[in-house]
């Protein structure tokens, strides 16, 4: 299926019913060694998460903030061709790449003041193709107002937690 | 190395220099299909990204935001294990499930008022092991604090991007 196919499919079916818009994503995790975690999600993919050996782990995967920067870079990747579809813009090459700082002190505990988390990202996106660089810039506004993992870095999203003891 | 050695050994190393705290995580992709994207990050290992058939893609491999969901999961497995090391808690087993709810009028544009990444996420954390519940409930609320795909969820992460016309 074309993407011009999905998006106009897409846009009929939520004026059919609105509530055919709402998705759910999962994924479950087992930690099965010292950091090493075997990871399933809805979509019926398995792979793996592990630690570098300088943490602790076996360096069998990537680790999870890894993960977390290839979900950005690859959604960005991804809304690109999209958004590209949509606006009618012909794009011949989409290169993204990820760099994010990340201050240990935080995980560690060592500063409770210092935040565990990325303290900067930075994105690096390279567009081959023949339209102008006005479109591309266009382009590149209309992806990053509609890039679902660049909304997660940007934005505070609510997480519920709960724990069982079995 | 035991997570007990890896504390001590990075405690030891930031209190030296506290330039030692800062760490650079990377990843680049490149789109090789209609949204299948390869993927390789700092550490050396290679992925891909895709997405399932309903939205253009081959299903070669989970999707981003599956990856981003992946990520705090397994984050939080394995933050579970460090600081179950770092406060002596005893654990025998750790299985997270998430979920994530993601309105897909945002990624298409389809309603501009609807934020086009998750709009609420639920972490069901299971832990075993001969602790009493007051231990694991104290584990959980440290691993919260310090678990670093759950800042990045929690909180806003600044992200500057450019743009290259190749």
Redesign the interface.
């Known amino acids: ?3 011009t ?3 106009e499919g ?2 009929a079916a ?1 004026a059919a019913d ?1 509530k055919n ?11 099965v060694g ?2 090493e ?1 075997t ?1 399933q ?3 019926g ?1 398995r ?1 793996i ?1 592990d ?6 782990g076996g ?1 069998a ?23 590209a579809a ?1 606006l009618g813009i012909a794009l011949d ?18 500063d ?1 003041s ?15 193709g023949p339209e102008s ?1 006005a479109r ?2 266009e382009l ?1 506004e ?1 992806v ?23």
Not at 51 to 56: N, R, T, W, Y
Not at 95 to 107: A, I, K, N, P, Q
Not at 144 to 166: G, K, M
């Open positions: 299926m074309s993407l196919a999905v998006i897409t846009n939520v609105p818009a709402h998705a759910v994503f999962r994924s479950h995790h087992d930690l010292v950091t975690v990871t999600v809805g979509s993919h792979f998460v630690e570098p050996e300088v943490l602790g360096n995967a990537p680790n999870p903030v890894e993960y977390a920067l290839a979900a950005l870079g690859s959604c960005q990747a991804i809304t690109y061709q999209f958004w949509k090459s989409v290169h993204v790449e990820v760099e994010g700082d990340l201050d240990v002190r935080g995980f560690f505990g060592i409770d210092v935040r565990p988390g990325f303290g900067a990202v930075r994105l690096h996106v390279q567009l081959g660089s591309y810039e590149a209309a990053d107002a509609h890039c679902p993992v660049l909304d997660l870095f940007s934005n505070v999203t609510p997480v519920h937690r709960d724990l069982t003891i079995a």
